[in-house]
């Protein structure tokens, strides 16, 4: 699940990019175009159009796909260093929660990241 949603991210980032790069102002016709390029496979369904259910285009999706994406990254970092050998590791579960949980959002992400690993 998580690789669709990275996958997901990442074609709408590049939709996203095309779509701002692009002179044809025709969005119908350039998402027909790149339908099939970036869905894998899956037709397009006659008489919709995918640009009209995608109002991410035009508020930073890109932020948020790349804040996914590093969430990703973070969360991976934490399990390899602190958690891979024992997941019922109960230091290690501590240290998370008073490092990291009990921060709720007061300090920087990544200070927050490197204070706990």
């Known amino acids: ?5 990275t996958g ?3 074609r709408k980032g590049l939709v996203h990019q095309i779509i701002h790069s692009s002179e044809n102002g025709d969005m119908v016709e350039l998402h027909k175009h790149l339908h099939p390029k970036l869905m894998l496979g899956i037709p397009l369904l006659e008489g919709t159009n995918p640009a009209s259910c995608f109002p991410r285009i035009a508020i930073g999706y890109e932020v948020v796909c790349c804040n996914y994406i590093w969430s990703e990254v973070s969360a991976a970092d934490i399990f390899v260093s602190e958690f891979q050998d024992d997941l019922l590791n ?3 579960g501590l240290q998370y929660r008073n490092k990291v949980l009990a921060s709720e959002g007061a300090k920087e ?3 927050i990241l490197s204070d706990y690993l």
């Not at 699940?1 to 949603?5: A, F, L, T």
């Open 109 to 111: 992400t990544l200070e």
């Open 90 to 92: 109960q230091y290690a």
């Open 8 to 10: 997901h991210c990442v």
């Open 1 to 5: 699940m998580v690789v669709e949603q």
